[in-house]
């Protein structure tokens, strides 16, 4: 297709040459958590012999950034040369700007902490590729037994980005949960095949690493949002039919405590109209979905069907949350993916939030400051499953964006 042949032409040496993994890593302080490099620290076959691979200047991580921001500008050029010029995506795009400056109090103080708090790691790298690199949030205190959520962030397969998970990851690191938010290709960089490919390759990276970061390789938890808990699916449903079906892995799904799936969609066949609807063209979304054949492919919810009853069973408790006013992806999605799963024999349960729209449980609720439910509900279940049956608690989040702010951004949101 025209869309494939753009992406063809993206300047791939230049881009391995800028975003090369021996260029990532973070500038940090010390802190009691700091038992490995942001780098990889060697993990993974990647650790380096000097001082200067084991403390990143701030020369590199100025580079990594560089070299970030010229990709992501290469390929936002290329997509709206393969969107054009639509009424619906324009007319979202428009309101997302405005969406955002409502929030940008908040905003501005995650990215203070995000670049600056000496509990953030960022661009450990977990792979070969541009962005096989995560976000890794640690709690003050790392004794070996943190749980550990990784969590794969949205973005419409288009603009997922590793530091959007970093509300998420500041709330429960702040309960004792250590989160790892894993990067991953986005459209027309790759597609959804590279995506799961990429995805999965981070949750390797954490089963078989986090011990060093002192997280706890028993409690590890599974977490993805909007095309990221799409994206999770596929990969933890891939890695299932994989065990039952005895191909070498490098990670285990009975390594998994929980799979949490966040306004989740995991029918394509289902939705391919409703996203066309809503901005995100028939024409890109079936390139990102490598085509009809990929509709049902990665479409977690048609795989369950079609799986032996012995990759079924290897899948761990799934809970997937949804807002009833979602309008980017209906909260219908995981309810019938809910009921699959159960006529299959999977542990699974669908929580709704009423009134909550797409945005709301992931952006404007914690936000807000106080409790909030999303991350209620997950510490229940981390806190069940605790070996020592302690209650991780934290602080009470304070404000960060005004309320009347949050109101208007609730209602002129795109997504």
Not at 223 to 250: P, T, W
């Amino acid at each position: 297709m025209g869309i494939e042949m753009e992406y063809n032409t993206l300047d791939v040496n230049l881009e391995g040459l800028y975003l090369n993994p021996s260029l990532s890593g973070s500038r940090r302080r010390k802190s009691s958590c700091d038992s490995a490099d942001s780098d990889g620290g060697g993990v993974g076959g990647r650790g380096g012999g000097g001082d200067d691979d084991k403390c990143p200047s701030f020369r590199r991580d100025m580079e990594h950034a560089a070299a970030e921001t010229y990709l992501i500008t290469r390929l936002a050029f290329t997509l709206l040369r393969c969107l054009g010029l639509g009424y619906r995506w324009i007319s979202k795009l428009l309101a997302l700007g405005v969406y955002a400056v409502l929030l940008m109090p908040g905003f501005i103080q995650v990215g203070y902490y995000y670049f600056f708090s000496s509990q953030v790691r960022r661009s450990v790298v977990y792979g070969n590729q541009p962005r096989n690199r995560l976000d890794l949030y640690l709690p003050k205190t790392c004794d070996g037994s943190n749980p550990v959520v990784a969590f794969v962030t949205g973005g419409a397969w288009i603009i997922g980005y590793k530091a959007w998970g970093s509300l998420l990851g500041r709330r429960l690191a702040e309960r004792g949960v250590i989160v790892a938010c894993i990067d991953y290709r986005n459209f027309p960089q790759g597609t959804i095949g590279d995506m799961v490919k990429d995805a999965s390759q981070g949750i390797s990276f954490i089963c078989n690493n986090v011990a060093i970061y002192g997280g706890d390789p028993k409690q590890i938890y599974l977490m993805g949002q909007s095309a990221g808990a799409h994206i999770s699916a596929c990969a933890l449903m891939d890695q299932a039919v994989k065990e039952a079906n005895g191909e070498r892995i490098s990670w285990s799904v009975s390594q998994i405590k929980a799979y949490f799936g966040l306004s989740g969609g995991y029918n394509m066949t289902e939705l391919v109209d409703h996203f066309h609807q809503r901005g995100l063209y028939k024409r890109i979304f079936l390139s990102i979905m490598e085509g009809e054949p990929g509709l049902h492919r990665f479409s977690p919810e048609i795989v369950a069907k079609e799986s032996s009853a012995k990759a079924l069973s290897l899948l761990p408790p799934i809970i997937l949350f949804h807002g009833t006013k979602d309008y980017s992806i209906p909260s219908s999605a995981s309810e019938n993916f809910a009921k699959v799963l159960k006529n299959a024999g999977v542990e699974v349960r669908v929580v709704l939030y009423d009134g909550k729209t797409h945005t709301d449980l992931f952006l404007q609720d914690p936000l807000r400051g106080g409790r909030d439910e999303l991350v209620e509900d997950v510490m229940v279940t981390i806190n069940n499953n605790n070996a020592d049956g302690a209650n991780l608690v934290g602080p009470i989040p304070r404000r960060l964006v005004p309320e009347w702010q949050l109101q208007l951004a609730h209602k002129i949101s795109p997504f």
